[in-house]
């Protein structure tokens, strides 16, 4: 493919496209302070509220999520009967909330904490404290069957 047509989108474009959350559920629960910068992050308030403080910043694809169903039913009642708890998520200053992470309330992440990639989040995170998914790694070889095993 010609370079040309590899570009991304330009960093204007990037930064008008980057502020705009997603709110699902009553907007009036959402509290943002002017100085967040939220990405195109997922809030669902159907189950809380959403209090976000001073300088939080969030990474790509984060999903603030309040809202919950009913496991204990089944069918289409699984599916309409949502749980009217008090499920809010508060963020305090200064935390950063990597990509891709999930925080599922009620939950607050303390001031300057991190949360990093795709790391699920529901419960108390203390401030001044890394959240993070290690894996093992482990590396193989791969062992190629012998032409003379195939047959």
């Not at 960093?11 to 959350?21: E, G, K, T, Y």
């Not at 699902?24 to 997922?42: D, K, M």
């Not at 992470?101 to 203390?126: E, H, L, Q, S, Y």
Request: proline share 6%; glycine share 12%.
């Amino acid at each position: 493919m010609p370079r040309n047509r590899l570009r991304g989108v330009g960093h204007w474009r990037r930064r008008i496209l980057a502020v705009q959350p997603v709110v699902c559920g009553p907007v009036s629960r959402v509290r943002v302070s002017p100085t967040v910068g939220l990405a195109n992050t997922l809030i669902n308030t159907f189950g809380g509220f959403v209090d976000i403080g001073d300088y939080v910043f969030f990474g790509h694809d984060v999903m603030l999520l309040t809202g919950t169903h009913d496991f204990r039913k089944t069918g289409p009642g699984r599916q309409l009967a949502c749980q009217a708890m008090d499920r809010g998520i508060v963020i305090e200053t200064g935390a950063w909330i990597a990509s891709r992470a999930v925080i599922i309330g009620p939950c607050r992440i303390g001031r300057n904490a991190v949360i990093g990639c795709g790391c699920i989040v529901d419960f108390n995170v203390p401030a001044d404290t890394v959240v993070r998914v290690r894996q093992d790694v482990t590396k193989d070889p791969i062992r190629y069957l012998s032409p003379r095993s195939e047959a």
